[in-house]
Every structure is written in C-alpha cells, then in structure tokens.
C-alpha cells in the first residue's frame, strides 16, 4: 500500500522536474535571443559601413546624414504645422445619438439572458 508521504514526494519530484525543464528551455531561448542581437548588430555596423563609404559624393558630403532628436521633432512639427495651415481638412461630424447602436445594445442584452 502506498502511502501518503511517497504520493507527496512523488508529486514534489514531478512538479521540480517539470519546472527545471520549462526553465532550461526558457534559458536557452534567451541565450539564442541574445546571441542572435549580437549577430545582428554586428552585420548591422558592416552594412552601415558599407552603405557610408558607396553613398559619399563628390565634395565628400555624406547622404547619410543622422538628425538629432530635436530635429526630428522640428521637422514632424513643421509638416502638422504645413497640414493644418495651408491643407484643407475634412471635419467628421460624429452623433452620439445614434438609435441604431442602441437598438443592437439592447437585442445583444436580452439575447444573452435567454
């Protein structure tokens, strides 16, 4: 017969097999994450390399140019400020009356307690 402390022990060693197994999955998963970042980053910088020394004109300016983020917000907020100035713009009219979407509110409520 069996007893109950060998079912508790039983248990015990199943549930710590079974969490090892998930964690050394888990763990190799992020190793091959990483090492795959590390990869990428390093054919990344070969690639920029490459593209700066074929993208140079003829005075020696680069094509390639890096903008601040400060730039970036100065150039975004020059194109809304272009769009909402000079662009014309369709002003959408929404009604919250609508008896429709009440009409389908209240058949999906009775609906559900049938």
């Known amino acids: 017969m069996v007893g109950l402390f060998e079912i508790l022990a039983e248990g015990l060693v199943i549930t710590a097999l079974g969490v090892s197994g998930v964690f050394i999955v888990l763990s190799s998963l992020a190793g091959i994450m ?38 970036f917000i100065a150039i975004i907020s020059a194109a809304q400020a272009y769009h909402t100035l ?8 929404i009604s919250r009356n609508d008896n429709a979407w009440k009409k389908f509110s209240r058949l999906e409520q009775v609906g559900e307690r049938l």
């Open 34 to 71: 990483w090492m795959m970042g590390i990869i990428s980053s390093k054919t990344e910088k070969i690639s920029r390399k490459r593209e700066n020394e074929t993208h140079v004109s003829k005075e020696g300016m680069d094509y390639n140019q890096r903008f601040s983020n400060e730039e």
């Open 86 to 93: 000079y662009e014309e713009s369709e002003i959408i009219n």
